[in-house]
């Protein structure tokens, strides 16, 4: 069993930046996918970015020069950086770990982007 742990939600101005953090109760390396989603309210759930075991990420071409995702082995948390950010942003945002072929949610964190 995994528990994931988000902070970092609140509320911003248009144009700034916020950082997410996810903390998994299992040690990362060991995790075969790492990633964040967001869900406005009245749409569907979507990705924003994806870290995998092999190294290699996958971003969603609204997060694509604006957001970062990252494994932080140190806090054994996976971290999603957003700059640029867009009151269309505005979601709750959730992460997600593939571990042994089953995905685990977290319970989500809100960011509120004002303009």
């Known amino acids: 069993q995994i528990q994931l742990v988000e902070s970092g939600g609140g509320s911003v101005q248009a144009g700034g930046s916020r950082r997410l953090s996810c903390a998994v109760t299992r040690n990362i390396r060991d995790i075969e996918a790492m990633a964040w989603y967001r869900q406005a309210p009245g749409k569907q759930r979507e990705l924003v970015a994806e870290?995998?075991?092999?190294?290699?990420?996958e971003y969603a071409d609204f997060a694509q020069e604006r957001f970062s995702i990252s494994r932080d082995s140190a806090q054994n948390a996976v971290v999603l950086q957003m700059s640029g950010l867009r009151p269309e942003d505005t979601a709750v945002y959730y992460c997600?770990?593939?571990?042994?072929?089953?995905?685990?949610w977290g319970q989500g964190t809100q960011v509120t982007v004002s303009s």
């Open positions: 997600k770990v593939l571990y042994r072929l089953r995905n685990y």
């Open positions: 870290h995998r075991w092999s190294g290699s990420i």
